[in-house]
């Protein structure tokens, strides 16, 4: 029903932004998975994103069943743990994912600050305080 | 249930993802109406976003409930249209939740980096091809 006869009209439709990867919590345990490739125990999964045993259960399930992530068992001292990694496929998905999230940030920010001297955003340079 | 004795073992839960702005058609919306401050005819915000009509009403519905943004009339030649405008309260939330996207955009573009040479994101500069 969409009629898009150019990008421009649609300019601020973001098709980018992946349901599966966009929903908060998911994008939480991605993110923390996209900055440790070898892959997280079940249990720091869960405290890094603040996610109940249940919840992050329930979205790993979503992101095995489409292929962004491997669920394994590894030794760790006696016993087995669960453990979680991205796959090469999610990671691609992901960083697509973030080149949109990345244009949001630059189309907003901009119009934010253009605006607003008295309450400025950190600004986009890769350095934090 | 959630227990986090610091800020870090929850690195990456990003409470400032606000539900009502993440959802994706109104994260368009609100991206669309903070670019565009003197407001938006309805007709316009449905071809920026992409939606259709039924749907930019909904979430239109959503926004207003919550106080975000405010729903006018306006002369335009010899009939009135309906305009929207993103609210003082509007732009302070949706400026809130940019800082913590602007966080998700940082680690993990970083990590991405960090990875791949081969397949750079564009950065983070504000200068876009």
């Known amino acids: 029903m969409k009629s898009k006869s150019s990008q421009n009209e649609a300019r601020f439709a973001y098709e980018g932004l992946d349901r599966v990867i966009h929903e908060r919590a998911r994008l939480s345990v991605l993110t923390s998975l996209i900055t440790n490739p070898n892959g997280l125990s079940f249990v ?31 030794q760790d001292q006696n016993r087995l743990q669960t453990m979680v990694r991205i796959s090469t496929a999610g990671r691609k998905r992901y960083i697509e994912y973030l080149q949109t999230l990345e244009q949001v940030v630059l189309d907003a920010a901009k119009a934010a600050k253009d605006e607003s001297a008295s309450k400025p955003l950190r600004g986009l340079t890769p350095t934090r305080a």
Chains 1, 2 share one sequence.
């Open 44 to 74: 720091d999964l869960k405290q890094l994103c603040g996610l109940t045993d249940g919840n992050l259960a329930r979205h790993l399930q979503v992101l095995e069943k489409d292929g962004m992530i491997k669920i394994f068992k590894e």
